[in-house]
């Protein structure tokens, strides 16, 4: 998906009918009952080849307290928030309605890019309307039908640069990544330069201190903090050198708790966090010292490692912790306990007001970015997997021996391995873990993601098609005989 629509409107001007017309499937209810939908839904829209997230969003009520209709609200301005790109609905047939006014100065405030549509456009009775609409200050509207499906190909023209100029950032922040690896290949990491920095993701949850932290690091109030939670909305990427390495690093809105009324809200804020964790090279998931290893907090840190990145766990607010020694302890049984699949990776505290440890952060960041671009020789692989077979053969589930030939190294960033035997399909997930384990020990690479692949070479002999130009000893010997004869 290349970006995310989000459709915002009144109640009843037929944001969900246009939601099922761009998924191609009846997933929202539609009424002609204004407030049926309450919540954001969220699916895989398309126009032609244009593909991109579209949310659903609740009708924009005008209340603002904590009534129902104010959740909703406040719902759907997170959507709003979050989104790349905002379609702001109003119905052609009743006209531009105070309401709408008041919406549009919201929407020009929370989102850049603002497509304005007058649905229920057909006929000339909303021909009054579609003039009435350029009032709203958000340039020329789409006159659309989105029952009838009118007014696509006019959307599709609007999307379609804001398409593009994303896709065109998204391949200019994407990190090189599954990177294949040859034998003439250097085992030393690959350097950041000017051009091609060391990217870095700082997430976690509200208000655990992300963007104090990217100030401290940079030097200088760049972006807006405060004791408020939720206030960076979007995920921000500023440049620097750190200690004479060239770093872009990522500062993303707060992971929030889970809340049954904001379930879809923290679907949303953690999408924008997996966006980022996909920018990235080297993840830092920032906890609060107070209420560590959040359920927010172990999703986006396994999200990091089954997306293949590097990541390091840093512990905000330590200034305020007094009994640090035991505090620590506790830290590192959770980490190891909660996340297993992350066991050996750097576990730092900081404080991002003071300024402490910030020294501890950056080398733990380059040694979880060096061990995430390691290279191991074939021929070190091969007498290391000896020796893994001889302390512990593979099983022979059904009666039926599993031969592991041969082992070599893909690809890094992160490292990947293949291992040719016979019967892959029958390995135990047990074994393969005895393997990747011994690997991080063996070689040094704790915490990194692991990739290992089994592939079946049968009992083939590689010699088998080739032709010796030099005769055997089998064949020298069977001619002497014959001589001697």
């Not at 979007?234 to 904001?262: C, E, L, N």
């Not at 089954?306 to 905000?316: P, T």
Request: some cysteine; hydrophobic content about 40%.
């Amino acid at each position: 998906m290349s970006f995310t629509l989000a459709i915002v409107g009144r109640p009843n001007v037929g944001k969900s009918t246009l939601f099922n017309r761009l998924v191609g499937k009846k997933l929202a209810l539609v009424d002609d009952q204004p407030g049926v939908t309450r919540d954001l839904r969220e699916g895989e829209g398309r126009i032609a080849d244009l593909r991109f997230t579209v949310i659903d969003s609740a009708g924009l009520e005008e209340a603002t307290d904590d009534s129902l209709q104010g959740r909703m609200r406040r719902l759907t301005e997170r959507a709003v928030e979050m989104a790349d790109v905002c379609l702001f609905m109003i119905d052609a047939r009743a006209g531009v309605l105070p309401a709408d006014q008041v919406f549009a100065d919201i929407l020009r405030k929370k989102n850049a890019n603002v497509i304005l549509a007058a649905n229920k456009g057909e006929g000339r009775a909303a021909d009054a309307t579609i003039l009435e609409a350029y009032a709203l200050g958000l340039g020329e509207p789409i006159r659309m039908s989105a029952e009838h499906g009118e007014g696509m190909g006019e959307l599709m023209d609007v999307l379609r640069p804001l398409h593009d100029a994303m896709a065109e950032k998204a391949a200019a922040d994407a990190p090189e990544i599954d990177v294949d690896v040859g034998e003439d290949d250097e085992d030393a990491p690959r350097v950041p330069t000017k051009s091609k920095p060391l990217q870095i993701a700082v997430v976690g949850r509200p208000n655990a201190g992300k963007s104090t932290l990217i100030n401290k690091i940079i030097g200088e109030e760049r972006l807006l903090t405060g004791p408020e939670a939720g206030i960076t909305r979007d995920a921000i990427s500023v440049q620097q050198d750190w200690d004479g390495v060239p770093m872009r690093i990522f500062d993303t809105a707060g992971m929030r708790k889970k809340a049954k009324i904001q379930e879809k809200l923290e679907k949303l804020s953690v999408s924008d966090g997996l966006r980022a964790v996909k920018f990235a090279e080297v993840v830092v998931v920032l906890l609060d010292v107070e209420i560590p290893f959040e359920q927010q907090d172990l999703r986006i840190a396994d999200l990091a490692e089954r997306e293949g990145r590097a990541v390091v766990i840093a512990v905000n607010k330590w200034d305020t912790e007094d009994d640090k020694q035991d505090k620590l302890k506790d830290l590192r049984q959770s980490f190891e306990r909660l996340l297993p699949q992350l066991r050996g990776a750097p576990l730092v505290t900081v404080s991002a007001k003071t300024g402490k440890g910030l020294d501890r952060l950056q080398q733990a960041i380059m040694r979880a970015h060096d061990v995430w671009n390691r290279r191991i020789s074939t021929a070190n692989l091969n007498r290391w997997l000896i020796g893994m077979l001889e302390q512990h053969p593979p099983p022979a589930p059904g009666g039926k021996r599993i031969k592991m030939r041969y082992m070599t190294q893909v690809k890094t960033r992160p490292p990947a391995f293949v291992v040719m035997t016979s019967h892959p399909d029958m390995m135990p997930e047990s074994y393969k873990r005895y393997l990747v384990n011994g690997l991080r020990v063996d070689f040094d690479m704790p915490g990194t993601p692991i990739r290992l692949y089994l592939r079946d070479q049968g009992d083939k002999n590689p010699y088998k098609d080739k032709k010796s130009s030099q005769p055997s000893r089998l064949s020298k010997h069977i001619k002497k005989g014959a001589g001697d004869r």
